[in-house]
């Protein structure tokens, strides 16, 4: 076995391990980067980048519909092609990811592509050669599509997120596994362009991890516009004959489609990498990590893997820190107090910090506030479209807010100003004497603060 020594080495260049790796190499370290996958991750080949240019592309055409009644008159011919072509040109580069190599060499870096694996708490092997670490091993590994123990799936040609972003055509039909952020993106956007949709949410809600009246209003909204919503109910087996799927309902029910999609959430795939060579089981959810992201001595980690968060947005906080960390320089631990997330459905849906019933749970005094979307001036203004609210969720004893819900147009950008509300702990007595321009959506917040009891 052929062992080369480093300073560091990177296992997953995602987005956050390719920022540490490129921010470790640029400050003069022997830096290994290790993987078998495009580096850059899922966000820019499958995520965040190319589906919201989906997403842009789809509420254009809902906006264009939104217009009788309101602006005159309009004839929308909804058209994929264009769509495919900019995904391959301006996202991905046809999912080639030279230029992102490039880019990690150009500081310095070393790009090795291929399967590692944990075989020590400082050496990782590569086929037939391990590296070994002197300062610092970190694992990026991410995570991948968990597919669900439905009897006959695995023999079926279903599709990730994957295909669907790589789809050049669009099917007639689609049964939709999986009523959360993917399934739901997705889902509105291919039946904004035509396809049949059915979406199965074996959860009582979609969105199941928001606060639990963001469901129904997504789903209203979805029917709406043509699209099948079914919740409360799994699938128990999977079929696929002649260009066909059928899905069997537990229920009993029988759907068909041209294509089915499984959107049914992400895992983490430790004994793949070999994680007991940390001291780690295996079976584990993520790897444990404390406030600077440190496994153990000399092994950090960051983005999926250690179960914080399964966002861009973690992994390149995650990095900072565990960069700082390394090389020694100050930092604040890691906090995930006022964690933001949003699903770019149309409404969007923007969550901050604690729910209502995380927070009972926690044993927070909690007070909720809600204003709804449409009796806001702004939301009156937008008219259609504009269905949604904006929920409050604040701590009676200390007097801030502890978590926020919004959804609406535009929810993620009001989400701003409540992720740092509640980030640096702002009185509520001081954002009920802020000024809020008029009439923006984020005025909404004033609406829903005044509720607060």
């Known amino acids: 076995m052929n062992m080369e020594h480093v300073d560091a080495i990177v ?104 399967h590692g694996r944990l075989t020590g708490r400082d050496t990782v092997t590569v086929g037939d050669r391990t590296f070994r670490a002197s300062r610092a091993l970190v694992v990026a590994t991410g995570g991948q599509p968990s597919i669900p123990p439905i009897a006959g799936l695995a023999e079926t040609p279903y599709w990730t997120n994957h295909q669907a972003i790589e789809a050049e055509q669009l099917p007639r039909s689609m049964i939709v596994l999986g009523g959360g952020a993917i399934g739901a993106e997705v889902a509105q956007v291919f039946a904004r362009f035509g396809v049949d949709i059915t979406i199965v949410e074996a959860a009582p809600l979609l969105l199941p991890l928001e606060e639990p009246e963001v469901g129904p209003v997504l789903a209203e909204v979805l029917s709406r516009e043509g699209l099948t919503v079914i919740t409360g109910v799994g699938a128990e087996r999977v079929q696929h004959d002649e260009g066909r799927f059928a899905v069997h309902l537990a229920d009993g029910r029988l759907l068909e489609a041209e294509r089915l999609l499984v959107a049914t959430g992400r895992r983490v795939d430790l004994a793949a990498i070999g994680a007991a060579a ?81 927070a009972v749970d926690a044993g927070i005094a909690v007070a909720t506030g809600r204003v709804e979307t449409s009796s806001t001036a702004r939301g009156w203004i937008h008219k259609a479209g504009n269905e949604g609210f904006i929920h409050l969720v604040a701590d009676r004893r200390r007097g801030v807010l502890v978590g926020a819900t919004v959804i609406g147009p535009n929810a993620g950008e009001v989400l701003g100003l409540l992720t740092l509300a509640i980030h640096a702990a702002v009185p509520i007595s001081a954002l009920r004497t802020m000024v809020y321009a008029y009439p923006t959506f984020h005025r909404g917040v004033e609406d829903a603060l005044r509720d607060l009891p």
Request: aromatic share 6%.
């Open 11 to 114: 296992l997953g260049l995602g987005p956050g391990g390719e920022e540490v790796a490129g921010r470790l190499a640029e400050a003069g370290l022997h830096v290994v980067g290790i993987d078998h996958a495009l580096v850059g991750g899922e966000c820019p080949y499958w995520g965040c980048v190319p589906s919201k240019m989906m997403i842009r592309a789809a509420n254009l055409l809902a906006e264009a519909r939104r217009i009788p009644g309101m602006a005159g008159s309009a004839e929308v011919q909804p058209d994929w092609a264009p769509v495919a072509a900019r995904i391959r040109a301006e996202a991905t580069d046809n999912w080639d990811d030279t230029v992102a190599v490039e880019r990690f060499e150009g500081k310095g870096g070393r790009f090795v592509r291929g």
């Open 278 to 358: 940390l001291g780690v089981v295996p079976s584990a959810k993520a790897l444990p990590v404390d406030e600077h992201l440190r496994v153990t001595d000399g092994v950090w980690a960051v983005g999926d893997v250690t179960g914080k968060g399964a966002f861009t947005h973690v992994a390149m906080y995650q990095a900072g820190i565990a960069v700082a960390d390394i090389l020694g320089t100050p930092h604040s631990p890691a906090a995930y107090d006022a964690l933001p997330r949003v699903t770019f459905t149309d409404p969007e849906v923007a969550s901050v910090g604690l729910s209502t019933q995380a």
